[in-house]
């Protein structure tokens, strides 16, 4: 297993130390493990200038499996685009091809008081969100802001999808539907942008391959709204870049805390870059009090996806699932009569649960 280790800013260090622990509990000594860690975002800028270092990228490259933390330290957005955390994350994306980011929703039953939403809408909660993740108006070309003829600024960017782009990630779509509740709902903007007509229309076609996997169509804002109302009529959601980061964070609050979601960004082939959905959340790093759960998560999905252990990912989920159970919690998850730990009590917590229950 040769994996990169990229903590990034923020949070994303003290919660990546958490998931490397845990890796190291569950994987054991008998399966080589090569792990590289690596500067990226501001760490990127500190160590070499460059938010994703050539160095990084590099190692990025040659591993099987990324693990990365958060990207993000205050007021980037001032900074030139290339220069920004966040973009090297989107540079990685599309330089390794990770195309296809899966968000898993789900409900872990000791954490539906945590929920803003009412038990009975939220309980047995089990969703993916299968982000499109290297094209759309994040990537698309032209795009800049640009001094017209009367000395007014104006921004631009441009939505864009081509057939291939979009069929492959429909096919993963129904793939993974497969594999669940055989249920694909495809997220859009027909009504008014082309380039989602054209999603719509080939997601359909693609359809035609799985006649035993059910296909709906809905708006973006609608889906929004249904997500609220009624989540668990959802299966898979696939849907584009853009409304695929909204609706993500959305979903996410289903289960009362982004602290807890995992995610993993697949290119063809088996590997991937795991990271918690959360970002590096400046205002409380460095307090030990960050929610390690998503980043432990995000490398139980590695596990599966990228090295084909599920029963390892099923192993680690148990261990999440156990500590919940005895009522530890970070300040995000917090409720009255729980035993309130830090971002290391809680790792710690989870690597005694594991060998607790391997004995
Ligand atoms: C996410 C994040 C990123 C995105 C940012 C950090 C560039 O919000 O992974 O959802 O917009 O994709
Ligand atoms: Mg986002």
Redesign the pocket.
Known sequence: MKIAILPGDGVGKEVTREAVKVLKAVVGKNTAMELTEAPIGGAGVEAAGDPLPAATLEIARKADAILFGAAGVPGDEKLPYAMRPGASLLRLRKDLGLFANFRPVFMFPELIGASTLKPEIVEGLDIIILRELTGDLYFGEPRGIRTLASGERQGFNTMVYSESEVERIAHVAFRTARTRRRRVCSVDKANVLETMQLWREVVTRVGKDYPDVELTHVFVDAAAMMLMRAPKQFDVMVTGNVFG?IL??CAAMLTGSIGMLPSASLAEGSKGLYEP?HGSAPDIAGKNIANPMAAILSMAMMLHYSFDRPELAARVHRAVAATLSEGYRTPDIFQPGMQRVGTVEMGDAVVATLARLAA
Do not use: G
Request: avoid cysteine; glycine fraction near 0%.
């Open positions: 980061d993500s964070d959905v």
